[in-house]
């Protein structure tokens, strides 16, 4: 089963609007990731916010996290054109999982000049 | 700049080939890792590995076989390609406890 599952699955907004991913996962996580994939290239590392961290931000980005309702947000402000990409949640579950991440199946946004 | 490199971004091969992916990182990571990416199914773990010679299966090892003969490359190996392992083909490394470091993917066509 998916461990980090993303909503909404697609998001169209304008330039200069904010974006928000939601991302929800099932089991207890060490720390949580964000990626962003351009189209058919290789996934990016965006954010790692720990398990005991509540909200983190680099940039236009701003990641928030909630253990006690397993669930993460990632907020883009002042989007660009250029942030038009798929973007993924994953979970790294740490010495249980062997280290290994789980990715949900992203969320793809639109960012319209 | 740290690299992930993936030795191809196209491939196209003959069903009962056998296809190598190779996979090389300049990091020094010892975690290495094998994703197929489709569409509707997300990245799907193939095989990771945590160290030179040692692997692991993932979600999907079925059809695929790995090498890890030295710390920097990572190699995937599909046995015998079949048509359902056309797919996009992602090589990540890890440094504990940070994130991946991708490659620019593989994209596979058996035909």
């Known amino acids: 089963s998916q461990q980090g599952e993303e909503d909404p699955q697609a998001l169209s907004i304008q330039e200069g609007e904010n974006a928000t991913m939601n991302c929800s996962y099932k089991t207890s996580i060490n720390n949580l990731q964000w990626y962003r994939q351009n189209s058919g290239r290789g996934l990016v590392h965006l954010i790692l916010?720990?398990?005991?961290?509540r909200e983190k931000h680099s940039g236009r980005l701003r990641v928030t996290l909630d253990t006690s309702k397993k669930s993460s947000s990632l907020l883009i402000t002042a989007s660009r054109a250029a942030d038009t990409a798929s973007y993924f949640c994953?979970?790294?579950?740490?010495?249980?999982?062997?280290?290994?991440?789980?990715f949900g199946e992203g969320t793809q946004l639109t960012v319209n000049p | 700049d740290v690299k992930v490199t993936q030795s191809s971004r196209y491939l196209v091969k003959r069903t009962g080939e056998k296809v190598f992916l190779e996979c090389v990182q300049d990091?020094?990571?010892?975690?290495m890792f094998w994703y197929r990416q489709d569409p509707g199914l997300g990245l799907r773990l193939i095989y990771f590995?945590?160290?030179?010679?040692?692997?692991e299966k993932g979600d999907i090892p079925e059809g695929y076989s790995v090498s890890r003969e030295k710390k920097e490359r990572f190699s995937l190996i599909l046995e015998s390609a079949s048509t359902n392992q056309t797919s996009m083909y992602l090589c990540a490394s890890r440094g504990h406890p940070g994130g991946y470091t991708f490659g620019s993917g593989t994209r596979l066509t058996v035909v």
């Open positions: 916010i720990r398990s005991n961290e």
């Open positions: 990091m020094d990571h010892e975690n």
């Open positions: 994953a979970t790294d579950a740490g010495r249980a999982s062997g280290s290994r991440l789980t």
């Open positions: 590995s945590y160290d030179v010679k040692m692997k």
